[in-house]
T-cell receptor, first 118, second 111 residues
Framework: NAGVMQNPRHLVRRRGQEARLRCSPMKGHSHVYWYRQLPEEGLKFMVYLQKENIIDESGMPKERFSAEFPKEGPSILRIQQVVRGDSAAYFC????????????????FGPGTRLTVL | GESVGLHLPTLSVQEGDNSIINCAYSNSASDYFIWYKQESGKGPQFIIDIRSNMDKRQGQRVTVLLNKTVKHLSLQIAATQPGDSAVYFCAAISGTYKYIFGTGTRLKVLA
């Protein structure tokens, strides 16, 4: 069972360009979460998605950032008109849907995409 | 607001000794806790978890202790090895998906 896949692993963009980060969850997982991590800091929640639905985007900036998880294909985190402050590691995690005996499921993380904005 | 903090940013331990990493959380509604290990350039890796109805859980060489009274969590690593060198995060969860991560503790294993 392959783990959470993210690509690209490293992404360099110039200010004003668009960054597109992809995440394929673990097999059988229908819940995807995106986090941002600045150097020497913990992970900060950005957005929680299920297939074709955004459940919670309270941690995502209102402007320039968007996320989707289509019926087919990976989840995409899109950052438009990137600025230097967007430079960070972006991690995706996935979890299975809750079951009758477990309403809270462990999130498993991908290797991350390291975005550098020049 | 909610916070999860760690008492020591860096912990240096002699190889073979036991390591203890501490974590405090602020939300008394947190009912699920996870320790993750993050090696340089990699994503967080699940180590061990504990639910609020327990106060201790053991894995292979690792033990997590939970003290809900003082909202404190610890990770004990027995016979620390060089491969244990990493940053360790605790996460406190309330509800189904709200993970609040601490800043992290860097564990350095000295040969």
């Amino acid at each position: 069972n392959a783990g959470v896949m993210q690509n690209p692993r490293h992404l360099v963009r110039r200010r004003g360009q668009e960054a597109r980060l992809r995440c394929s969850p673990m097999k059988g997982h229908s819940h995807v979460y995106w986090y941002r991590q600045l150097p020497e800091e913990g992970l900060k929640f950005m957005v929680y998605l299920q297939k074709e639905n955004i459940i919670d985007e309270s941690g995502m900036p209102k402007e320039r950032f968007s996320a989707e998880f289509p019926k087919e294909g990976p989840s995409i985190l899109r950052i438009q008109q990137v600025v230097r402050g967007d430079s960070a590691a972006y991690f995706c995690a996935s979890s299975p849907p809750p079951t009758l005996w477990s309403y809270t499921d462990t999130q498993y993380f991908g290797p991350g995409t390291r975005l550098t904005v020049l | 607001g909610e916070s999860v903090g760690l008492h020591l940013p860096t912990l240096s331990v002699q190889e073979g000794d036991n390591s203890i990493i501490n974590c405090a959380y602020s939300n008394s509604a947190s009912d699920y806790f996870i320790w993750y290990k993050q090696e340089s350039g990699k994503g967080p890796q699940f180590i061990i978890d504990i639910r609020s109805n327990m106060d201790k859980r053991q894995g292979q060489r690792v033990t997590v202790l939970l003290n809900k009274t003082v909202k404190h969590l610890s990770l004990q690593i027995a016979a620390t090895q060089p491969g244990d060198s990493a940053v360790y995060f605790c996460a406190a969860i309330s509800g189904t998906y709200k993970y609040i991560f601490g800043t992290g503790t860097r564990l350095k294993v000295l040969a």
